[in-house]
């Protein structure tokens, strides 16, 4: 069972639209989650984090965290055509050095 | 703010052929780096992790090695490269609250 995991997509939405991108993981232990863009041929750029419960909201974004469903999402609300990469969950499963794992990524793409 | 100095940018191998890639840090006290690779179509693979000089984890047995000679120095070597070794290099640090990761520009590497 892979430690985190995303639908590959691609996933597209037209302009204006609301993206939902979704993540589980699988260690219950889990504290920290992470949400990543990739633009392609570039390095991942962490966009949003979240360590409770609930919804946490940065501008067009939100990130959404379920410990009991062991569920994490994205909400990008009025999706831009720039907005289109790939998003890379990333969840901190245990302690020490090594701690953070990555999703394989959604591709999102925004249609103007 | 830390900032993750990695080159080359591209680089194109013949297999057989040793590798090197460099990875150095400014800005930043925290002495764990990170070597990932994304293959094409693939996640986050994570490598190499080293907490301190010297000390070097290896996740995944493969073709490559991984030295830590000075604190904010990380290189990722091969004595002979492979056509699997083809990928996205990413060499990544720990930021705000140690948990995240916070990634260099990467070196895309083609081995022919």
């Known amino acids: 069972q892979k430690e985190v995991e995303q639908n590959s997509g691609p996933l597209s939405v037209p302009e204006g639209a609301i993206a939902s991108l979704n993540c589980t993981y699988s260690?219950?232990?889990?504290?920290?989650f992470f949400w990543y863009r990739q633009y392609s041929g570039k390095s991942p750029e962490l966009i949003m984090s979240?360590?409770?419960?609930g919804d946490k909201e940065d501008g067009r974004f939100t990130a959404q965290l379920n410990k009991a469903s062991q569920y994490v999402s994205l909400l990008i609300r009025d999706s831009q055509p720039s907005d289109s990469a790939t998003y890379l969950c990333a969840v901190n499963i245990r302690t020490g050095a090594n701690n953070l794992f990555f999703g394989t990524g959604t591709r999102l793409t925004v249609i103007p | 703010s830390q900032t993750i100095h990695q080159w080359p940018a591209t680089l194109v191998q013949p297999v057989g052929s040793p590798l090197s890639l460099e990875c150095t840090v400014e800005?930043?006290?925290?002495?764990?780096l990170y070597w990932y690779r994304q293959a094409a179509g693939r996640g986050l693979q994570l490598l190499f992790y080293s907490v301190g000089i010297g000390q070097i984890s290896s996740e995944v047995p493969q073709n490559l090695s991984a030295s830590r000679p000075q604190d904010r120095q990380f290189i990722l070597s091969s004595k002979k490269l492979l056509l699997s070794d083809s990928g996205f290099y990413l060499c990544?640090?720990?930021?705000?609250?140690?948990?995240?990761?916070?990634f260099g520009q990467g070196t895309r590497l083609t081995v022919v």
């Open positions: 800005g930043t006290s925290n002495p764990n």
């Open positions: 979240i360590y409770s419960n």
């Open positions: 260690d219950r232990g889990s504290q920290s």
């Open positions: 990544a640090c720990p930021t705000g609250t140690g948990y995240e990761a916070f």
